[in-house]
């Protein structure tokens, strides 16, 4: 798998520069999205836009379960935008187009930062030079959303036939080799590259002080 590209940063997360063209125009499969988090500096009520790319013909915006109202695309395929006043909660997208069968995306405001989430794209790993499962660390509060402003540091350690290659969170002021097993998160976020060395069952883990550590399981093949 490739961990960057025109569509992907450095972590292989969404590159945000290119999003209106891949979701809204290059994208075959219906998609909607929301960017980037519903859990802005100011918590106070202030002017804020609901910004949904999607390439549905029709979307639906929610806040805290009201709508406001239907959008359709515009002649460009750029982002809908409905403004709001803030308040925490949830914002929802939902795709209206027939045979959608309710395609959303959604947001929630997140609460302080409690424990470490990891995911792989793949459960299982060979031991080839391109055999790389990318493990997504997400610094995330008690209800599982994404902190954007958690910047811990994470030290991640791998048991089993694996070896770990790197680690990145997609910062470009973040000059840390790629090499090491400690990343700071980056709006909540950073990945760990590792590579199977064997056959058995693999551990990866992800710590930091004051969070509740991340446990992933794998298991390689040769």
Known sequence: PAAAGPATDGAGGPNQPVLPTMIAVATPRTKVALFADWTPQDASPHPETIEVYSNCQQVEAFFNGISLGIKPIAEDASPRRWAVTYKPGEVRAVCRDAGANDLSSSLRTAGPAV????????????????????????????????????????????????????????????????????????????????????????????????????????????
Do not use: M, W
Not at 156 to 179: E, I, K, M, R, W
Not at 194 to 216: F, K, M, N, Y
């Open 115 to 222: 424990r470490i989430e990891l995911q792989s794209d793949s459960a299982k790993l060979g031991s080839s030079f391109d055999d790389l499962a990318y493990v997504r660390a997400r610094v995330v509060d008690a209800h599982g959303v994404t902190v954007p402003s958690a910047t811990h540091l994470l030290r991640f350690s791998v048991q089993g036939p694996a070896n770990l290659v790197a680690t990145d969170n997609a910062s470009s002021v973040d000059h840390t080799p790629f090499a090491s097993r400690d990343r700071a998160a980056n709006a909540g976020h950073a990945v760990a590259l590792v590579r199977g060395a064997g056959e058995g069952d693999i551990t990866i883990e992800a710590t930091s002080q004051g969070l509740q550590p991340g446990r992933l399981q794998l298991s390689a093949t040769r």
